[in-house]
Nanobody
Framework: QVQLVESGGGLVQAGGSLRLSCAASGRTFSSYAMGWFRQAPGKEREFVAAINWSGGSTYYADSVKGRVTISRDKTKNTVYLQMSSLKPEDTAVYYC?????????????????????WGQGTQVTVSS
């Protein structure tokens, strides 16, 4: 497994931008698919975005498509989530996750149980 540490969360006004980072440790990071999930108070954890091991394929939830970009830098063992045009409904704790499971579909990447490594989360608050 890989160990994951998120950073970059904070308070931002609606319409603003944030970039979340997820630093991974472990030599298997380059072979892991990575994802971002979020959980708002009183709600279940939900899928935001994912990127495959090579970085060649990305997947996004409809709620963030066009406003969010996931990327990875294997030289830095880091995954990023660039968010723009933020809305109050984007307020949540954002979690980075990794999986060694082979996925090739949105359904696979968007399922939390397919991810075995999780970070501690970073709070994103969007004020109206």
């Amino acid at each position: 497994q890989v160990q994951l540490v998120e950073s970059g969360g904070g308070l931002v006004q609606a319409g603003g931008s944030l970039r979340l980072s997820c630093a991974a440790s472990g030599r298997t990071f380059s072979s892991y698919a990575m994802g971002w999930f979020r959980q708002a108070p009183g709600k279940e954890r939900e899928f935001v975005a994912a990127i495959n091991w090579s970085g060649g394929s990305t997947y996004y939830a409809d709620s963030v498509k066009g406003r969010v970009t996931i990327s990875r830098d294997k030289t830095k063992n880091t995954v990023y989530l660039q968010m723009s045009s933020l809305k109050p409904e984007d307020t949540a704790v954002y979690y980075c996750a990794g999986t060694s499971k082979y996925c090739s579909t949105y359904g696979c990447y968007s399922t939390t149980s397919n991810f075995g490594s999780w970070g501690q989360g970073t709070q994103v608050t969007v004020s109206s």
